[in-house]
Nanobody, 121 residues
């Protein structure tokens, strides 16, 4: 049974930093993209960042490029999202996911339960 378990969310002031973690288990993810998506109240779920598990190639939404960094630890089967220079508009529930392409949530097969990030102004 595949499990993706996020942690690390919380309340932070604008300009601050948080690091999200996603512990993955239940299968090998070497042929997958691992991604972070977010969803704010009343808005659609949107792509944030992704990484090709095998090669480490990374991809970012324009809104977070230069501020967020996605990485993974192969030995721990853990995905990370380092978020710096946080803005109030980054407030959302953040989800970890595993899938077969980069940008579209419909191509992600496995999802975590989400972790809330709230950025105060």
């Amino acid at each position: 049974q595949v499990q993706l378990v996020e942690s690390g969310g919380g309340l932070v002031q604008a300009g601050g930093s948080l690091r999200l973690s996603c512990a993955a288990s239940g299968r090998t993810f070497s042929n997958y993209y691992m991604g972070w998506f977010r969803q704010a109240p009343g808005k659609e779920r949107e792509f944030v960042a992704a990484i090709r598990w095998s090669s480490g190639s990374t991809y970012y939404a324009d809104s977070v490029k230069g501020r967020f960094t996605i990485s993974r630890d192969n030995t721990q089967n853990t995905l990370y999202l380092q978020m710096n220079s946080l803005k109030p508009e980054d407030t959302a529930n953040y989800y970890c996911a595993a899938g077969v392409s980069i940008y579209y949530s419909r191509n992600y097969n496995y999802w975590g339960q989400g972790t809330q990030v709230t950025v105060s102004s």
